[in-house]
């Protein structure tokens, strides 16, 4: 169960949270206000600025350099026309320097707490991430000498090196091991607290439209092609934005118990929860704590 609350706790997280340790009161700023803070900067070199972080304009034009590494390609590995230009804009460009605080922080803390990347974490992440697998070559010790200098050269074309490549991947790796790390702080109740948390929030789009079909008309059409709407949905689930979810029963165990003592009582929960025995009885019998309804 705590595998499972970990994954969840990498999603919600947030950076600011890794200056809570390590550092004054006064350098925890969030990183939002690093960014912002930027406006009231005299040097002209200067991007942000606050605590341990500081970003200079030479690392924000080398970070946009670096989003072609991950950018969608056309099949002959080419970038699609203007996809080199979305991140000059103003959004792209917040977003970026939001991100670069963000592992400056988090690289910050894994020093401090003596975490690192090895050779075989690079590969494992590599061969884990479409968006990067292409690089694998250039990691490899026995790879392909034509593959690998096909590479370096289509790296030279964006003035990238592979030094950058192994940058965006020591930035993830890391990111990911010190959420390993701050897991340990937090009990399984206050993941799902957290979890629950963030998740408690809506988005509310309003539009004017014209022209458009009545309720009454939108209800006959969601009737009528109720089949065609499924296949469609089905067929094309990467399109839409609302995720997956289920609410699950939860049992877990006194944390006061050791492993040898745990494993058969949780064996013996998990056989007869198998047999769709009432998760009630089982916690009683069992002295388990039960949660219902956990939204996942």
């Not at 690192?116 to 974490?121: A, M």
């Not at 701050?182 to 206050?190: K, M, P, T, V």
């Not at 607290?193 to 809506?202: K, Q």
Request: proline content about 3%; some cysteine; aromatic content about 4%.
């Amino acid at each position: 169960m705590r595998a499972s609350l970990l994954v969840i706790l990498l999603a919600i997280i947030p950076a600011v949270s890794l200056l809570a340790t390590g550092c004054d009161r006064n350098e925890r700023q969030t990183v939002d206000e690093v960014v912002e803070s930027s406006a009231e900067l005299q040097g002209e070199r200067l991007v942000a600025s606050g605590g341990r972080v500081e970003l200079t304009l030479e690392e924000v034009e080398r970070a946009v350099q670096r989003v072609r590494l991950v950018a969608q390609r056309n099949p002959d590995g080419t970038l699609p026309k203007g996809e080199a230009d979305w991140i000059r804009q103003a959004p792209a460009q917040i977003n970026l320097v939001r991100n670069l605080v963000h592992f400056q922080i988090v690289r910050h803390e894994a020093a401090e707490r003596g975490l690192e990347v090895t050779p075989e974490d690079e590969i494992a992440f590599l061969k884990s991430q479409d968006n990067f697998s292409r690089y694998l070559p250039l990691f490899e010790e026995d790879a392909d000498s034509e593959t690998v200098d096909k590479l370096k050269r289509e790296l030279q074309s964006f003035d990238l090196t592979i030094a950058d490549v192994r940058h965006l991947v020591h930035d993830v790796i890391l990111n990911d091991k010190l959420t390993e790390v701050l897991a340990e702080d937090f009990s399984d109740d206050q993941l799902w607290a957290l979890y629950e948390s963030a998740r408690d929030e809506a988005e509310l789009i309003v539009a004017q439209l014209h022209n458009t079909p009545t309720s009454s008309e939108l209800d006959e059409a969601v009737r009528r092609l109720d089949a065609e709407i499924r296949a469609h949905y089905r067929d094309n689930r990467d399109r839409f934005m609302t995720p997956a979810s289920t609410r699950v029963t939860l049992l877990s165990a006194d944390k006061a118990l050791d492993q040898q003592s745990l494993e058969p009582i949780l064996q013996q929960a998990a056989e007869r929860l198998g047999t769709d025995e009432d998760p009630v009885e089982i916690a009683a019998d069992l002295d388990l704590a039960l949660r219902t309804n956990a939204h996942i």
